[in-house]
């Protein structure tokens, strides 16, 4: 009965508008007052519990892509891209989910993917007449790529909450990611078919002197996903040291080369990844207060009895998992989903018999797929914001894309674990 009122406060708090970190708060609180619990045994867990280095990435990594966004380096990456598929129909949307799959390589969040592509790709779509609503829900249904393509700030908190490998995480979600990149794409052809008056670029005269000149240009901004990606999988640093080197890469890029920092806007980017940092961080310590109560009250194990009372069929358990973590996914960002699903979800995929390093790419594909979906679609009103797009207008291609993109992908992520554990057993064995 406690826990049924306790999660009754944070659905209450969070639908009135309460921030994530304050709602587990109240249901701390709550818990504290009416339950049998000492309050300060489960702080002083919590604060242990948040010291690790590993955690000290997801700051690093926002502020990374903060700065990013600011020095105007995701810029020369899309004019690359454009070069090359912006002459055919459809050509510069590929590019904006290009964009999002590499940008969210770095940045890791989807939120910071959406905001720096929207506001880069969005005029580039209207200038070449592109439906309005069909390029934000495009733009916006990319954006959680952040998610699945590594380095990403989810998988890194997965990871720590279920004590995995994080280079194993990593390697599980970017099968996934490349399947919706694909899906996605293949969506977007098949709705601009009927849409006559979308321009293209014209035809370079001298094509190869052109894609030299805006390699050279986009040279520095390449090189930092490479070097990212590559000192990770390599094994020359951690996520941990990747992320400082990706900040102290992205300032001088930003300030001498790209020119789109100076002192002011880098003050503002400082002091917008030390709030966000500073939420998230207040967000871990509330939420695995709470995850550590819910363990003590044996939900995990209240919540695997219930599950398989309905049913013991691996399909069936599997599809309502789903449907719980889309569920989550609607109601929350994603950093505080998988700081609720992992633990409460975990012991009953270990049940299950699926391996820990493949429901971490379902963790991942959930939770993309319900920060877009509506009616709550957290992403889809942001992607509104930044596109200045209505979202009645946005809804149809948005339904249209979780339909024959996301969904899909959600299926053979679920059903098909050779997807994502090819990667991890290829590097690893």
């Not at 304050?22 to 300060?40: E, K, R, V």
């Not at 052109?210 to 090189?223: C, N, Q």
């Amino acid at each position: 009965m406690l826990i049924l009122l306790t999660l009754l406060v944070i659905c209450v708090a969070l639908a009135v508008g309460i921030p994530v970190p304050f709602a587990f708060g109240l249901a701390l609180i709550y818990m504290s007052l009416t339950g049998d619990h000492d309050p300060a045994g489960f702080l002083t867990s919590g604060h242990w519990r948040m010291n690790v280095l590993v955690l000290l990435a997801i700051p690093l990594f926002i502020m990374a892509g903060t700065i990013m966004e600011r020095g105007k380096i995701a810029e020369p990456l899309v004019e690359l891209a454009e070069l090359f598929v912006g002459r055919f129909k459809g050509g510069i949307a590929y590019t904006a989910v290009g964009a999002s799959a590499i940008f969210g390589s770095i940045a890791g969040s989807a939120t910071a993917t959406l905001t720096c592509i929207g506001s880069i790709m969005m005029p580039q779509l209207r200038k070449a007449n592109y439906p309005e609503g069909l390029s934000a829900a495009l733009i916006t249904n990319a954006a959680p790529l952040g998610l699945l393509i590594p380095p990403s700030a989810i998988q890194i908190i997965y990871a720590w909450v279920t004590r995995q490998s994080v280079l194993k995480c990593f390697l599980a979600t970017i099968i996934p990611g490349l399947i919706l990149v694909f899906l996605l794409c293949v969506v977007n052809y098949v709705l601009l078919r009927k849409h006559k008056d979308i321009k293209v670029l014209p035809k370079s005269d001298n094509f190869t002197k052109e894609v030299a000149k805006k390699t050279r240009f986009a040279f520095p901004a390449l090189l930092m996903p490479f070097m990212i990606l590559g000192g990770i999988y390599g094994g020359i640093m951690t996520p941990t040291e990747a992320a400082g080197i990706a900040v102290v890469y992205a300032i001088p890029v930003g300030f001498f080369i790209y020119r789109g920092l100076n002192i002011a806007n880098f003050k503002e980017a400082l002091v917008q990844s030390a709030t966000t940092t500073g939420v998230v961080m207040v967000m871990f310590f509330m939420v695995m207060i709470v995850s550590r109560l819910l363990i003590f009250e044996d939900i995990p194990d209240l919540a695997k009895e219930l599950i398989f009372s309905v049913s013991d069929n691996p399909i069936i358990v599997l599809i309502m998992i789903n449907v719980v973590m889309i569920l989550i996914g609607m109601l929350m960002d994603d950093v505080s989903g998988v700081l609720l699903a992992s633990p409460l979800l975990f012991p009953i995929v270990v049940e299950l018999g699926i391996d820990p390093i493949q429901f971490a790419a379902i963790v991942g594909v959930n939770l993309g797929m319900g920060n877009i979906t509506p009616p709550t679609a957290p992403l889809l009103y942001l992607g509104s914001r930044v596109t200045g797009v209505r979202v009645s207008a946005m809804l149809k291609p948005t339904l249209i894309m979780i339909l024959f993109a996301w969904i899909p992908t959600l299926i053979i992520t679920t059903y098909i674990p050779q997807v994502s554990l090819f990667l991890p057993e290829m590097f690893f064995g």
